[in-house]
């Protein structure tokens, strides 16, 4: 039988009706007493009243002299008043107003009998060229703060800047909410701890670091338990620790479909389940619960869909604990560089990279596997589809959560083309020397960077693609896409591509011929990329039908990608470039060096971001860099080779 979710709930609808039934069981907020020194972040419990003045005497605001102000008038220019030693008091910034004195002359504007000077003051005759007015250059009692003035409400979070003022108005502790205790175990007979050698079918434990710092951010305290073996009493053991002292407890993993996932069933055992399966991808299987006044929270293992559910469903909890909301990310409208097709059965989270292309914001959407964290790690922002929506065209307008500021996007060099290591490089490289600057880069291949540029999409992309009729890069694609101009073509690198093979070439691997051998695969690029297009040449010129190649139409994204696969035995070979085969260690059979180059539009020419590049390109650093990756060779890196 078909294992069956309890629900398929709308995220809105289930937040809404968890956080009530949460409020209803007693979660509520409790506060405490800090330091104020120690209150940075922390949201007020209550309305904070100033216990004294400040200043709270009249205090000299400038070094010089004090006086009445009354002795100084009719002072001019041209009629300028002396007055005798005893007649005013020397004084400091931040003294006391001497008593009888109601304001102060600055020390630049008093002028001393001849022969006198700065250190007999007060004890010499001094003459003055202006009039003062009761109070100058004195800050009055109250003048910043006045006892009893409220200095902040309840229910914001206390800045540097107020805990400044909380000191200075007496106040040295704070009521704040105090901070929720979310507790993380982490579950499963697979899991161990993070390790630089783990083995096959261990799966490193690390969602509980992203979670830990996700909650840490919010404002709440994690704390993270040992690994629980799929054991149903050792979990439920754990499960009743972790509730009696936290006020939310995230049980990871064992919240799907699998023979030994117990989170639904001990979560019940200990209190009540009210969802088991939102419709939000990724995160499906996630679980709300309660036990006693502990909201109880099955994440999925992935860490992606861990990831959303911690954002979408655990924040509103730790927010309602906190009194405050979280700090919301900006927003604002973007085109989709790709479609976007999703399921009408759930809400989508897209996780997209951003660029500012002339006036114009251009998202690409990243990988949607739940289990591939690092496109959080590249992620610019996240695009939400909503529920019982097909998806989105691309060209098309999308509003996009920010991950970073606007002002970043706009200073990001957008590459969206063929992949290369070197392009990485590139990035360190322009960010160590423009600190202010930064890369987003996609991988969709060279013919990508050409529509990419024909769109107004990006401000470079990498391209090598040869042409089966005449052996020549780039040039004949150029001139085909850009009939009437608007690109130029930069010289990057001239590269070694040819067949990733295991070390010591056990299986002799010479050509693509060698793998249509029974019992051989290979691992390919994807359709449109230079390495796919260049496989389909040698295979039209050596008269190879690829369909007898095992794994020919699998498709990666990237040449270390491909590497990898043949790292772990996964594919006898694949096509890519030297540097990605020497970075796993890798045989390589060379089969041509290629051509690498760069287009960039006439419309991103004169940007900084791609003069930064060019100036990276045609540096020592660079070229230094690339001998070290190995399979390249440098003529003259940033030229333009034409201007179409």
């Not at 899991?191 to 050698?197: E, L, Q």
């Not at 996700?214 to 009743?240: K, N």
């Not at 608007?486 to 050509?511: D, K, W, Y």
């Not at 190879?544 to 699998?554: E, K, L, M, N």
Request: net charge negative; aromatic share 6%; with cysteine.
């Amino acid at each position: 039988m078909a294992f069956d979710y309890l629900s398929n709930t709308p995220l809105d609808q289930a937040r809404d009706e968890f956080l009530a039934v949460l409020q209803k069981q007693g979660m509520a907020l409790h506060a405490e007493m800090v330091p104020v020194g120690e209150a940075l972040g922390r949201v007020t419990a209550e309305p904070l009243y100033a216990a004294i003045s400040a200043p709270h005497y009249h205090a000299c605001a400038m070094d010089g002299i004090a006086l009445d102000a009354k002795a100084t008038f009719g002072a001019t220019a041209t009629t300028p008043v002396t007055l005798g030693a005893g007649s005013y008091v020397v004084v400091d910034t931040g003294d006391p107003l001497p008593e009888g004195c109601d304001a102060v002359v600055m020390v630049e504007d008093v002028v001393f009998a001849e022969g006198d000077d700065i250190a007999s003051l007060g004890a010499c005759p001094v003459t003055l060229y202006s009039t003062s007015t009761p109070w100058d250059n004195v800050r009055q009692i109250g003048e910043d703060i006045c006892a009893g003035e409220m200095l902040l409400t309840s229910n914001v979070r206390v800045e540097p800047a107020a805990m400044g003022a909380l000191l200075a108005a007496g106040i040295l502790e704070v009521p704040v909410f105090a901070r929720p205790k979310v507790g993380i175990i982490p579950t499963g007979d697979e899991v161990v701890a993070p390790s630089v050698n783990p083995k096959p079918g261990d799966v490193m434990e690390f969602n509980s670091t992203i979670f830990s710092g996700m909650v840490a951010q919010w404002g709440a305290r994690p704390v993270v338990y040992p690994i629980m073996p799929d054991e149903q009493s050792l979990l439920r053991d754990t499960l009743q620790h972790a509730v009696d002292e936290c006020d939310i407890v995230l049980v990871n993993a064992g919240s799907s479909a699998g023979r030994d996932d117990y989170s639904r069933e001990t979560i019940a055992e200990l209190g009540e389940v009210l969802f088991h399966g939102i419709a939000v991808k990724p995160g499906k299987p996630a679980i709300l619960g309660y036990s006693d006044t502990t909201a109880v929270v099955g994440v999925p293992g992935y860490p992606v869909s861990g990831i959303i559910v911690v954002e979408e469903l655990v924040k509103p909890i730790i927010e309602m604990l906190l009194g405050c909301p979280v700090r919301q990310p900006q927003s604002l409208d973007a085109m989709l560089a790709r479609p976007c097709v999703s399921s009408l059965k759930h809400e989508e989270f897209v996780r997209v990279r951003l660029g500012q292309v002339g006036h114009k914001v251009v998202a690409t959407p990243l990988s949607r596997g739940a289990g591939v964290v690092t496109s959080f790690v590249k992620a610019d922002g996240i695009l939400r589809i909503p529920q019982n929506s097909e998806g989105l065209e691309a060209g098309g307008t999308a509003r996009i959560r920010l991950l970073r500021s606007p002002e970043e996007l706009a200073k990001s060099l957008v590459v969206i083309g063929s992949h290369d290591p070197l392009i990485d490089e590139v990035a360190q490289l322009m960010h160590a020397r423009w600190p202010e600057l930064s890369v987003a880069s996609t991988h969709v291949g060279s013919m990508g960077a050409i529509m990419a540029a024909k769109r107004g999409e990006n401000h470079c992309g990498g391209i090598h693609l040869v042409d089966e009729e005449t052996g020549t890069y780039n040039e004949p694609y150029l001139e085909t896409h850009f009939p009437n101009g608007g690109v130029r073509q930069v010289e990057c690198v001239f590269r070694q591509q040819g067949l990733m093979v295991a070390p010591g070439n056990p299986l002799g691997i010479r050509s693509l011929a060698d793998l249509t051998q029974e019992g051989r695969s290979f691992a390919n690029r994807q359709k449109g990329s230079g390495t796919r297009i260049l496989s389909d040449y040698l295979c039209g010129q050596d008269g190879i039908d690829s369909t007898h190649i095992y794994g020919y139409d699998h498709e990666e994204f990237t040449h270390t990608a491909v590497a990898a696969l043949v790292e772990a035995g996964s594919a006898d070979a694949g096509m890519g470039i030297y540097s990605a085969a020497k970075m796993y260690g890798l045989d390589f059979v060379p089969v041509c060096e290629e051509q690498y180059d760069l287009i960039v539009p006439d419309y991103a020419w004169d940007t900084p971001m791609v003069n930064a590049l060019l100036d990276v390109l045609a540096s020592n650093e660079f070229r230094m860099r690339i001998e070290q990756l190995g399979g390249y060779r440098l003529e003259s890196p940033g030229t333009v080779r034409k201007h179409y």
